[in-house]
C-alpha cells in the first residue's frame, strides 16, 4: 500500500548514520549554483554522491517524525527495474530502522506543507518520516496525520 514499490540490490556492508553524515559537504562552502551531488566518498570501492538533500534531512534527525522509530543502520543499495534489469544507476545510502518486531523500515524524507499546498523542496520544508508513516499517511496533511499519530500513541499507554 505504501507507495515504495522499489526493490534494492544491498551491497555488502552497513554504516552508522555518523560514518555517513558527519562527512556531507558544507553548502556555504560552495558557490549556489554548485551542484554538491558532485561530490563523492570512496566507502569501501564505491564512489558515493554526498550532497544528496535526503542526508541532510536525516542530519537534521534520524527519527520518523510520527513515530518512535529511529534510523540505526545505513546500507549501500541501488534501485533493481521492474523486470529485474540490471540497474543503470549508481549506489546510494539508504537508512533504515528496526522495527518492534526486529523488520526493517527504510526512512525517508516528508514534506511538511505539501507542494501542492505550495510547499518547497527545501531542506526546512522535510521531515525525517519511516516509510509505515509515509504510507499510512496517504493523502492526509502533516497536521492532520501528526494528531492522529499523537492520539494513537495516547491510546497505546493508557
Ligand atoms: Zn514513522
Not at 23 to 29: A, K, S, T, V, Y
Not at 105 to 126: Q, R
Not at 140 to 151: I, T
Amino acid at each position: 500500500m505504501s507507495g515504495f514499490k522499489n526493490n534494492y540490490e544491498r551491497k555488502e556492508g552497513s554504516y552508522k548514520p555518523s560514518e555517513v553524515l558527519n562527512f556531507l559537504p558544507n553548502p556555504q562552502d560552495y558557490p549556489r549554483w554548485f551542484n554538491l551531488n558532485r561530490i563523492k566518498k570512496d566507502y569501501d570501492g564505491d564512489l558515493m554522491k554526498m550532497g544528496s538533500q535526503r542526508y541532510y534531512v536525516f542530519r537534521k534527525s534520524l527519527q520518523c517524525h510520527f513515530c518512535d522509530l529511529v534510523g540505526s543502520v545505513m546500507y549501500k543499495e541501488r534501485v533493481i527495474g521492474k523486470k529485474g534489469q540490471a540497474p543503470n544507476c549508481g549506489y546510494h545510502f539508504n537508512l533504515y530502522a528496526i522495527d518492534e518486531n526486529g523488520n526493517e523500515v527504510l526512512m525517508t524524507k516528508d514534506h511538511v506543507l505539501a507542494k501542492s499546498c505550495g510547499g518547497t523542496d527545501t531542506l526546512d520544508n522535510y521531515v525525517t518520516c519511516c516509510t509505515k508513516c509515509n504510507g499510512d499517511k496517504g493523502s492526509m496533511d502533516y497536521e492532520e496525520f501528526k494528531e492522529l499519530k499523537a492520539k494513537e500513541k495516547q491510546e497505546s499507554l493508557k
